[in-house]
């Protein structure tokens, strides 16, 4: 168990549609990161926050979203939901940002 | 942009046989470097890191090797195991960017 929490583990939703994941970093982490994960694919970066303000953007889609909260938990938002979009989303979190990467079980949002 | 391995490469061991997993960097200004282990449904679990300043790091039954000439990293697991089955992750940091290559799939034959 590396610490991170994600959820929902699994959902399913309809193309058009909008979604929420959820993550809860390790205690004490104040970087969270997003990853989106196809399959087969490698890990793609989507953003990063660091202590509530974005870092990094990655290869993040104008229809999704993120934000770090003061308690540190951040959310992904997906929007506009195309088939496209079916893919493991993981969260991941760092004490600082230049450190090991600590990654949660992942999100499997399958859009139909 | 850099980019870290990007191809998924598969490699079939026997089981109790030793391992080398490559991965290629282009980043010349990576310093921190890391390998993860990722099994089916699972989210990347760590297994070794490395400084740029070391070229040699070794953990249980891992050793991680790093020739900054080249920019080449590899991974040596020893009397790999059945359960080792899984994707194995390089990934490069610098300046507070983390990349990830492809990834390389590991199959253990018994």
């Known amino acids: 168990d590396s610490g991170v929490t994600q959820t929902p583990k699994h959902l399913i939703t309809a193309t058009g549609q909008r979604v929420t994941l959820r993550c809860s970093p390790r205690?004490?982490?104040?970087?969270v990161y997003w990853y989106q994960q196809s399959l087969d694919q490698g890990l793609q970066f989507l953003i990063q926050y660091y202590n509530g303000e974005e870092r990094a953007k990655g290869n993040i889609l104008e229809r999704f979203s993120a934000q770090q909260f003061p308690d540190l938990h951040s959310e992904l938002n997906l929007s506009s939901l195309e088939l496209g979009d079916s893919a493991l989303y993981f969260c991941?979190?760092?004490?600082?940002?230049?450190?090991?990467?600590?990654f949660g079980e992942g999100s499997w949002l399958t859009v139909v | 942009g850099e980019n870290v391995g990007l191809h998924l490469p598969t490699l079939s061991v026997q089981e109790g046989d030793n391992s080398i997993i490559n991965c290629a960097y282009s980043n010349s200004a990576s310093d921190y470097f890391i390998w993860y282990k990722q099994e089916s449904g699972k989210g990347p679990q760590f297994i070794i890191d490395i400084r740029s300043n070391m070229d040699k790091r070794q953990g249980q039954r891992v050793t991680v090797l790093l020739n900054k000439t080249v920019k080449h990293l590899s991974l040596q697991i020893a009397a790999t195991q059945p359960g080792d089955s899984a994707v194995y992750f390089c990934?490069?940091?610098?300046?507070?960017?983390?990349?990830f290559g492809a990834g390389t799939r590991l199959t253990v034959k018994p």
């Open positions: 990934a490069e940091g610098a300046n507070n960017d983390m990349r």
């Open positions: 991941a979190s760092s004490v600082a940002g230049r450190d090991t990467i600590y």
């Open positions: 205690s004490g982490d104040l970087s």
